[in-house]
């Protein structure tokens, strides 16, 4: 009696491919990212009460408009308003210019003038500045004293104080730079390299994670090269020019910049029918299909990858597909 011993199967050989079922799934790809959020401040008012802080009225990033208080100096307020003319005089009975004009349409816009525009200091206007001086708790001289207003180019707009020299208890003589407008929103952007910002190209989607927790969302802009490291700045927006940060811009530090978490979703999720990207096959004409159970190709259209994965249309749930679609 003799035994014939052979070699076992190579399992290479024997199993060139296997089957894996259709099944209902998500593709979609993302990167993590940090978004850097800035604010561009530019001085446009400066103090010209004297005397001792006793009260700050706004945080940085606040959107004031005429007559909104944005100090207290010696507990008597300083109010912002519109103007071109920056404050350099008492204005009262009988005082004519610019300035008054300015005086008039804040008073107008608070609700306590409703005469001409004409920047005469007449009865009616020292009515509406006693008027107003009552409502803000001050002595009812009927003149407005030069520290009294701060006249900024435009309002409604965004503000901060200087904190180094507006402060609770700080010491001010007239002439500081107290007052800063900021734009609608701060300047968001996200340093990549090469590489990553080939991954962003215009309008890719980037979910942002605010400093309190909630999310907002960007898209990518324009690319640019950032200086002395030689990555790329591609600069962010919000959907139809919206502000990113909608409300809750105040979040973000009027001084430095904000590091914030992000993912960019390189490629945007589907839902569908999921196959490996492996059982795709291609023929010459350019048809994208997969090979059943029993060896014949199915059309299929690819409606995204990702990580080798595809979610395709033309096949029905469970079916069984070829992995890799090329082979015996």
């Given at each position: 009696m003799s035994t014939v011993i052979t070699p076992a199967q190579d399992v290479l050989e024997s199993t060139p491919?296997?089957?894996?079922?259709?099944?209902?799934?998500?593709?979609?790809?993302?990167?993590?990212?940090?978004?850097?959020?800035?604010w561009t401040p530019v001085p446009v008012g400066a103090n010209r009460a004297e005397g001792v802080v006793t009260g700050i009225a706004i945080q940085a990033g606040d959107e004031v408009d005429q007559g909104s208080t944005l100090y207290s100096v010696n507990m008597r307020p300083t109010v912002v308003a519109q103007g071109e003319v920056p404050a350099f005089r008492p204005i009262g009975?009988?005082?004519?210019?610019?300035?008054?004009?300015q005086l008039q349409s804040m008073l107008a816009a608070r609700g306590?003038?409703?005469?001409?525009?004409?920047?005469?200091?007449?009865?009616?206007?020292v009515r509406a500045i006693k008027s107003w001086q009552k409502s803000t708790?001050?002595?009812q001289t009927g003149v407005v004293e030069i520290g009294d207003v701060i006249y900024v180019p435009a309002l409604p707009t965004r503000v901060a104080l200087d904190d180094e020299l507006i402060f609770r208890g700080a010491t001010v003589v007239g002439g500081e730079e107290a007052v800063q407008a900021l734009p609608a929103s701060p300047e968001f952007r996200v340093p990549v390299t090469e590489a990553q910002a080939v991954m962003m190209p215009t309008g890719t989607?980037?979910?942002?994670?605010?400093?309190?927790?909630s999310e907002w969302v960007a898209y990518a802009g324009e690319q640019a090269p950032e200086q002395d490291t030689g990555n790329i700045v591609v600069s962010l927006h919000g959907e139809d020019n919206v502000v990113i940060c909608g409300s809750q811009c105040g979040q973000i530090p009027v001084s430095g910049s904000a590091i914030l978490q992000s993912k960019v979703v390189t490629v945007e999720p589907?839902?569908?029918?999921?196959?490996?990207?492996a059982a795709l096959v291609t023929s010459a004409d350019g048809q994208t299909a997969v090979i059943n159970e029993e060896g014949r190709r199915v059309p299929v259209v690819?409606?995204?990858?990702?990580?080798?994965?595809s979610v395709v249309e033309g096949i029905e749930v469970g079916a069984r597909v070829r992995i890799p679609g090329e082979g015996p």
């Open positions: 491919f296997t089957y894996v079922a259709v099944e209902t799934g998500e593709v979609g790809a993302s990167i993590q990212l940090n978004t850097v959020a800035e009975a009988d005082t004519e210019g610019a300035d008054v004009a306590h003038y409703s005469g001409p525009i004409d920047g005469k200091g007449g009865s009616g206007t708790g001050v002595a989607r980037i979910q942002i994670d605010s400093p309190d927790g589907v839902e569908g029918l999921v196959v490996p990207s690819v409606l995204a990858a990702a990580r080798g994965m």
